[in-house]
């Protein structure tokens, strides 16, 4: 089984995020930028997976600036096979980014494309889905296990209001949620070994994929902000606050 | 046109996302001018449409009633909405992981840039979404001439009851859905819903374990309260994953937001910042939690909780 596994260079998640003054958006000059951790989780899974020789090849596919091949250089180094970089600074929406994984999937022919619910910039939560629509193929989102049963997988889900578990027919999308795995972390020498394998690199235009944006920002704001209250010393006081907010 | 709104349900009640939803589209509906409707996608859905009908401002709700709309799965849903966005400009569902999973398969269908988890309507075509896990919040502007759009219901009031809209039954989807439903272990509770509850109680890692959360889940019980977990709680493995609240669980904003032994991370703030009080318990008195807690008290949680439950004891609940 060929796996292909999307992967996305975010602001890292442990940094403040900063509006910038003039409210065109958040300030990422000078911060330090990492791969979003659900994709971790994914490069863990299609890794996992390669070892116990269910996947045959693995391959991870970033859209962005030069800089995220450092994201795909991360990816090679927990034990993904290959790279393919489409370079763009354009900034690229979930459907754009979409339409370029399907010609990705077309030209590569996986049988499965795994990848994170969302990435922690946006929140979007879409691309996997729309892959899965563009393609025609099923889908399994928020997946908190996954088992390969011949042809098909069978993936437990993390819904709202517990697990739901789904069959899919490969080829299929799965997105994968926090509880799948414990991401490994690279060791010396499988980094110094991922600085000799391939990164193919591409543009949009290979793939004749129009990037125009459809949402403009029109403003990004620091949201309403709470302050500290006053301190309670013992259960009375604090019943006795909660009363007069009229909460209790 | 028209919007159309697409229920939340579970083929026996109508949740209350739908009716916040419902909001959102009337917004909407009244900058440009048009009508709402609701599309009730489901196996057995006569009750659930009938209780969507009564939502006032509502033109008139379209039912789908079919074995594989049952567990809504997004190959289904895709299928039914699709053909029916020829005659609307706008659908909106809940940003529940019901409205997320299908969503998106939709906007790719429709060759549209959803716009996710919308927190407020500023005219027919711009909208505020939160990002960075609510450490900002964006306005956008779409340039589609449909839009498909997923609302955080924490963030509007749901719509009232009173009309009396007809239901009208349509179509089954063409073809069946391509996933297959297996399973499903929902977690069983008398308590009210974490989304949906005026109270919400959490416990953090400073629990310890499972079985210590029999202290709060008794506070919860005093006061009708929802119990809820952070990230490192689930981590840990004492309450199942359904109970995160946070940037990747669920968002709630209840009235009242007690946070027990939690610290106060980001990941977990984004979740429950919008809470009308929030009080905090925690015995580390430089936790995060407390920067934004209404009601602080550094103590012991082991006795504080305890002495809580005593208190409302005393006090009649």
């Known amino acids: ?248 | 046109m028209a919007i159309l709104v697409i229920a939340e349900h579970d083929n026996e009640n109508l949740k209350d996302a739908t009716h916040k939803t419902v909001t959102a589209a009337l917004a909407l509906a009244k900058d440009k001018g048009c009508d709402v409707d609701i599309l009730v996608a489901g196996k057995g859905v006569k009750d659930v449409s009938a209780a969507a009908a009564k939502i006032s401002g509502v033109r008139k709700v379209l039912a789908c009633d079919h074995i594989s709309l049952k567990r809504q799965l997004a190959e289904a849903m895709q299928e039914v909405v699709v053909p029916l966005m020829d005659g609307y400009d706008a659908v909106l569902a809940p940003d529940t992981t019901t409205g997320k999973n299908f969503m998106p398969r939709i906007a790719a269908m429709l060759d549209v840039m959803q716009i996710s988890s919308i927190s407020g309507v500023e005219s027919a075509d711009t909208f505020v979404r939160p990002i960075y896990a609510g450490n900002a919040l964006a306005t956008v502007k779409s340039s589609d001439t449909k839009k498909v759009i997923t609302v955080r219901p924490t963030a509007f009031a749901p719509a009232a009851e009173g009309g009396s809209a007809p239901v009208e039954t349509i179509a089954d989807p063409a073809s069946p859905s391509t996933s297959e439903f297996i399973s499903e272990e929902l977690s069983k509770s008398d308590r009210p819903e974490l989304t949906a509850a005026k109270i919400v109680i959490s416990g953090g890692r400073g629990m310890g374990s499972g079985e210590n959360f029999a202290i709060i889940e008794k506070v919860a019980d005093q006061l009708g309260a929802a119990v809820g977990a952070s990230r490192a709680a689930v981590d840990a493995g004492y309450v199942p994953n359904d109970s995160q609240v946070g940037q990747t669980g669920k968002v709630v904003a209840p009235e009242l937001y007690i946070a027990v032994g939690i610290s106060g991370a980001i990941q977990h703030l984004a979740g429950m910042k919008d809470s009308k009080v929030i009080v905090a318990i925690n015995k580390d008195e430089d936790a995060p939690i407390f920067q934004i807690a209404d009601y602080g008290w550094v103590a012991d949680l082991f006795n504080a909780v305890p002495e809580l439950e005593a208190e409302l004891t005393k006090a009649g609940y």
């Open chain 1, 1 to 248: 089984m060929k796996v292909l596994v999307p992967v996305k260079r975010v602001l890292d998640f442990n940094v403040k995020v900063r509006v910038k003054s003039d409210e065109s958006g958040v300030d990422l000059a000078n911060v330090k930028m990492s791969m979003n951790p659900f994709d971790e989780i994914s490069v863990e899974q299609a890794v996992r997976m390669r070892e116990s020789g269910t996947a045959t090849e693995t391959i991870a596919v970033s859209i962005g600036p030069d800089k995220a091949a450092e994201t795909i250089r991360t990816s090679l180094a927990m034990g993904i096979d290959r790279g393919i970089h489409v370079k763009t600074d354009a900034e690229v929406e979930p459907l754009a980014v979409a339409k370029i994984l399907k010609a990705i999937v077309e030209e590569e022919k996986p049988d499965l494309v795994i990848l994170g619910k969302q990435a922690i910039d946006d929140d979007s939560n879409q691309t996997g889905q729309m892959l899965a629509a563009l393609m025609g193929w099923p889908q399994a989102t928020f997946a908190n296990s996954i088992e390969k049963d011949g042809d098909s997988l069978t993936v437990g889900r993390e819904v709202d209001g517990g697990i739901q578990t789904i069959k899919v027919t490969l080829p299929a999308v799965v997105t994968v949620d926090l509880r799948l795995n414990e991401p490994r972390y690279a060791s010396l020498p499988n980094i110094m070994k991922a600085k000799r394998k391939p990164i193919d690199a591409k543009t949009p235009d290979d793939y004749g994929v129009d990037l125009t944006p459809r949402l403009t920002t029109v403003k990004v704001a620091e949201p309403a902000g709470r302050t500290a209250g006053v301190k309670v010393a013992d259960a009375a006081e604090l019943v006795a606050k909660l009363k007069e907010e009229g909460v209790i």
